[in-house]
């Protein structure tokens, strides 16, 4: 089923459509926060029109990699621009993959994953509540293959989950420390979808 919400195309759609057309790129680098601290971190949460899945079993049929990975602490923040006007922000964060459960990438490689989420002056922004991977996580990854081999999460949160974060989700706070912060998988408005797909996948994948 399609999500109704305010932003007309999904952060795999831009990025793919920005790749193809050979719209100029403006790159920051952005450290990983470690070690945890006690600053607050605010939530700057964007809405966007993505697919929705029911089930583990949707996302596994869609996603060309199911891999489960280390993030390196290698990230990146690219701004994709159109006619000079910045337009969307991505974080671009490799990870190391440790088992392959589909698709053509090898165990032990490197890939390079955007992620819809990035923190900017003490601010998380992000789209729909994905919360980027962090190097203490052990993660799933479905995800969709972008024409440069590059790779984005399905259905913006749906398509990464942490294997050490076992606890369901609560709705989360506008602000909160970051030692909070480090401790969500999820810090969007569904948390019961996300909760439902997340117990599906460490019945599953926690092995």
Known sequence: MKKKATTLLNLFTIISLLLLSG???????????????????????????????????????????????????????????????????????????????????????????????????????????YKNMNEKGNYILFLRENPDNTFVSLGVYQGKYDLNITKPVKKVKPSMTQEEFESLDFVGEEPDHFNKLKEEVLQKYND
Do not use: M
Request: glycine share 4%; charged share 25%.
């Open 23 to 129: 719209c100029s790129f403006d790159q920051s680098i952005e450290k990983d926060p470690s070690p945890v601290s006690q600053q607050t971190i605010e939530l700057a949460t964007s809405h966007a029109k993505f697919e929705s899945y029911e089930n583990i079993e949707e996302l596994e049929n869609t996603a060309d990699v199911i891999v489960k990975v280390k993030f390196t602490g290698d990230r990146e923040i690219q701004n994709f621009e159109q006619n000079g006007v910045i337009i969307d922000s991505a974080a671009k964060s490799i990870v190391k993959v440790n088992k392959v459960y589909k698709g053509n990438v090898q165990k032990n490689s490197t890939i390079l994953v955007y992620e819809p989420g990035f923190l900017e002056n003490d601010t998380y922004q992000n789209v729909e509540g």
